[in-house]
């Protein structure tokens, strides 16, 4: 069985086109990889994709990007709503087929000494790759974003103790199947929006493995989800919870998005909570059958 690796850059950039398409065609241009789910959000000023195949194949095309993002992202310049602190904020390997977690940390710490050497970038290490307990969650690493860090960079674990001029500094790490999931109310209110995000997240007391935040986004309050663990939290549970902690503030949804990929088992789960259709399996699905 051939080993198979998904790889998920998040880049600092959600505004020019020729940008995102610049980076995007740089990663396209290892040829074994299968390279899709360009998204991008203007507001967010923020861009990712999927790349999945080989590892080291998966290596050179994110690489590849990474390489292209430094030479033309300007951190000095650059402004969002989405938390970040490098050019390339953060690079996720993630097991999908014939490969374990083990090996996918192997695979992230390559990455990481090639970007330190070549591209001297401080890095830093999350996740299942996480050499040090503070740094396993990526929030907590992110805390100061690049404006903090140009000021007082902390210890990375790879590279120089220096900050990049212009890419700033870079997360890489691997970790499970992550769904990001933003959901989208009917009011500019950013307030309600900061609020529920505060009930449903984890950390506050909220949803198993959710981490999630309030923004302003094309006019729209958005809670901004990462469901890092979808046992756990489904994204039809978070869903859920929104709506409730909505409704008791007289609010209501005006829709949701799924950002990037998600595992076949995550919409086995959700047709199963939601529908109470506790004997469905993703062999149920015809499309599955047709390409097994």
Same mark, same amino acid.
């Not at 974003?145 to 001029?165: A, R, W």
């Not at 997360?171 to 209110?189: E, M, P, Q, S, W």
């Given at each position: 069985m051939n080993k198979v690796v998904e790889c998920v850059p998040n880049f600092s950039e959600g505004k020019n086109k020729l940008i995102i398409n610049q980076i995007y065609k740089s990663a396209k241009s290892v040829k074994s990889v299968k390279v899709f789910e360009l998204e991008y959000n203007k507001d967010h000023n923020r861009m990712l994709f999927t790349i999945v195949g080989e590892p080291e194949a998966v290596l050179s095309s994110v690489f590849s990007a990474i390489k292209k993002a430094t030479e033309l992202i300007d951190m000095n310049k650059h402004l969002g709503e989405h938390p970040r602190i490098g050019a390339t904020d953060v690079v996720p390997f993630v097991p999908v087929s014939g490969i374990i977690m083990e090996e996918c940390v192997a695979l992230s710490n390559k990455l990481a000494k090639k970007v330190a050497e070549e591209l001297k970038i401080p890095v830093f290490m999350y996740e299942a790759s996480a050499k040090r307990q503070d740094?396993?969650?990526? $929030?907590?690493?992110?805390? *100061?974003?690049? &404006?903090?860090? =140009? &000021? %007082?960079?902390?210890? +990375?674990?790879? *590279? +120089? #103790? =220096? !900050?990049? +001029?212009? $890419? *700033?500094?870079?997360? !890489?790490?691997?970790? %499970?199947?992550? !769904?990001?999931? #933003?959901? #989208? /109310? @009917?009011? %500019? @209110?950013?307030? !309600?929006?900061? &609020?529920?995000? =505060?009930?449903?997240?984890? %950390?506050?007391?909220? /949803? =198993?493995?959710?981490?999630?935040l309030g923004f302003e986004v094309d006019g729209m309050a958005q809670i901004s989800m990462n469901l890092v663990d979808f046992e756990k939290t489904n994204f039809d549970v978070a869903y859920n919870a929104v709506k409730m902690e909505a409704e008791k503030l007289g609010v209501k949804i005006k829709n949701s998005e799924i950002y990037g990929m998600i595992p076949l088992e995550s919409l086995v789960q959700a047709i199963k909570t939601t529908f109470k259709a506790d004997n469905f399996t993703e062999d149920q699905i015809l499309e599955k059958k047709l390409y097994e």
């Open positions: 740094y396993r969650n990526l $929030a907590d690493i992110r805390v *100061g974003q690049f &404006e903090g860090f =140009k &000021e %007082k960079l902390k210890t +990375p674990d790879y *590279g +120089p #103790n =220096k !900050i990049h +001029p212009t $890419a *700033g500094a870079i997360v !890489i790490g691997a970790r %499970k199947y992550l !769904i990001a999931f #933003n959901v #989208n /109310l @009917d009011t %500019k @209110d950013i307030n !309600i929006a900061k &609020e529920i995000a =505060k009930k449903i997240r984890e %950390k506050d007391g909220g /949803l =198993k493995a959710v981490r999630a």
